[in-house]
């Protein structure tokens, strides 16, 4: 089972698992709720599961715009 992890702000693969047998709790996804379950872990094709994540750069450019146009996030 390929297990694929996407950005789910830019898109971009950002990591992949090749796993003989997959199990969702493995990977940390059990302790989503049902609708967050839904958004982040998908079925891709009939053997592979996409994750949704977010990457490095978009995690970093959140947030340094945060603290550009939010003046009072440290009040």
């Known amino acids: 089972m390929k297990i694929k992890y996407y950005c789910r702000q830019c898109n971009r693969q950002v990591g992949q698992l090749d796993a003989a047998q997959a199990d969702v709790s ?4 059990d302790v989503l709720n049902d609708a967050d379950q839904q958004q982040t872990v998908q ?5 592979g599961l996409a994750i949704r994540t977010i990457c490095d750069d978009c995690n970093e450019s959140k947030s340094q715009s945060s603290v550009r146009y939010d003046p009072n996030i440290f009040s």
Do not use: I, N
């Not at 079925?43 to 053997?47: A, D, K, L, N």
């Open 26 to 29: 493995q990977l940390g996804s």
């Open 43 to 47: 079925m891709e094709g009939e053997h």
